[in-house]
């Protein structure tokens, strides 16, 4: 079968098709980091995670960028009350969401760019579009003239007259009087006293929201990229405005594929903090839910619809869990199964492979991981409780197979034994600490000046050095080099 996916965008399932025969580019929007990650992310991000495993599963080389929105009102708001700045707030919560992906055994995105280190790609964008005529500048704000794109409202499907027929008779705000058109929204916006800001053609301001992906969509990888992520709340305007945006400047489309997943319920209403049923992932797990049990509770339900986080949905979640958790156990301790599986077995995993052929069809997906987890997990309880037969049967090479298939397809899923995972994640960090900042920065200068004595291979050999600490440098225009903590 071929992977088909809902394209948010044309409204159908579609056969996927990548630009690159063998390689695919995902961008996904990313958080806004003023506070901890709650239960519509840990759905979002899961979803996404199993896309990027199925998809390299399946032989692609995927290329996965997501971004951290780290300038913000949101971020601004929170560091006032805090008596903080818009920087502590970020970083904070940037390290609170890398410990809670990683619980949640979510990939680490290839890149991760921000977008207050993107802010040259952010300009240079913006001077495209006011040099195209879509964009204007009104006393220190720049906006998008959303009547200069002909496309607009094809992502979302929403009508620009009706919608301005819906706001008649509306007292216009101060921002809204400066607008060529009521729903041309800011590229740019100039400063306010007290707030951060950066310079630019247009007066010292920061970046709007929706130029930020826009500008990092292309800066990591291109004018048109494979598959765009994001919740369904991101649909209307942010991912209408990327679109409009990227695509006026560049005259190509944006993405090809557009996947959207559902929004979270607790107990049967919207998740908020006004109703007091907000939880954090955070929260979540420390109360003693597995890891595990919540990502395999996201994935009973198909990535676009809602999804109804309930303590008795979560409790049956635990128990499968439970079940599922003993037989990938027993499958780490079995003997190395052969390379050819026996005919049952290729069929188990080829319905796996057409059940996330399906529009990442996940429930079907655990079905067969449960059937073969079955005799795997009956096993397993039964050398708990000392049975020496049952041990040298899990070790025939038939089982042994079988408990080799089902770690390699839980393994798309994200799904991990406890113990495997909790190693693991013990061994990462024991090495999250890498070198201090100073040493990074002093290795970027000694490998500026190899490459200045035209040594590139020392210049090399210093990149691979830091990148096997987990530090990825970035080389941007002018010989500025960042870098990222892996």
Request: with cysteine; aromatic share 6%; proline share 4%.
């Amino acid at each position: 079968m071929t992977l088909k996916l809902t394209n948010t965008l044309t409204r159908r399932v579609e056969a996927f098709q990548p630009i690159e025969p063998g390689k695919v580019s995902i961008y996904c929007c990313g958080v806004t980091v003023y506070d901890l990650c709650h239960l519509g992310h840990a759905r979002s991000y899961i979803a996404w995670d199993v896309l990027r495993r199925y998809l390299s599963w399946s032989g692609y080389a995927v290329t996965f960028v997501q971004n951290y929105t780290d300038i913000d009102d949101k971020i601004l708001n929170r560091a006032a009350e805090e008596g903080s700045s818009m920087e502590a707030v970020s970083e904070r919560n940037i390290e609170a969401f890398v410990a809670d992906m990683t619980r949640l055994n979510i990939l680490p995105a290839d890149r991760m760019p921000r977008a207050t280190r993107s802010l040259d790609a952010i300009r240079a964008l913006i001077s495209e579009l006011e040099a195209k005529g879509a964009a204007y500048s009104a006393d220190g704000d720049v906006y998008f003239a959303v009547m200069k794109h002909a496309g607009y409202g094809k992502l979302s499907g929403r009508d620009l007259e009706q919608q301005q027929d819906n706001a008649a008779g509306r007292v216009a705000s101060e921002e809204e009087a400066r607008k060529q058109h009521p729903f041309d929204f800011a590229l740019w916006k100039g400063a306010k006293p007290g707030e951060p800001s950066f310079p630019s053609p247009w007066g010292q301001g920061r970046p709007g929201w929706h130029i930020e992906c826009s500008a990092m969509v292309r800066e990591e990888l291109g004018d048109t990229i494979d598959i765009h992520l994001g919740g369904a709340d991101l649909v209307f305007p942010h991912h209408e405005n990327e679109i409009a945006q990227s695509e006026a400047a560049t005259g190509k489309e944006l993405a090809h594929y557009w996947l959207h997943n559902g929004m979270v319920n607790v107990g049967g209403q919207k998740m908020s903090k006004s109703l007091g049923n907000f939880t954090t992932i955070r929260a979540l797990l420390d109360s003693g839910v597995s890891p595990m049990t919540l990502r395999l509770f996201t994935l009973q339900a198909h990535y676009r619809k809602p999804l109804d986080f309930t303590a008795e949905a979560l409790d049956a979640a635990a128990t499968g869990w439970k079940g599922l958790n003993a037989a990938l156990g027993l499958a780490g301790g079995t003997a190395a199964a052969s390379a050819e599986l026996p005919l049952t077995l290729t069929a188990a995993r080829e319905r796996f492979a057409a059940a996330m052929d399906d529009d990442l069809n996940t429930s079907a997906a655990l079905a067969v991981l449960f059937e073969l987890a079955k005799p795997l997990r009956a096993l397993a309880n039964r050398i708990e409780r000392g049975d020496d037969a049952a041990r040298a049967e899990a070790a025939t090479p038939e089982l042994a197979a079988q408990a080799a298939l089902l770690q390699e397809l839980a393994g798309v899923l994200g799904l991990q034994h406890e113990a495997a995972q909790a190693q693991q994640q013990s061994g990462d960090t024991a090495g999250a600490s890498g070198p201090s900042d100073p040493e990074i920065e002093a290795q970027i200068e000694a490998r500026k000046a190899a490459k200045a004595a035209k040594d590139f291979a020392a210049a090399d050999g210093i990149r691979e050095a830091l990148k096997a600490q987990g530090i990825e440098l970035i080389d941007k225009p002018g010989g500025l080099t960042e870098w990222l903590r892996g």
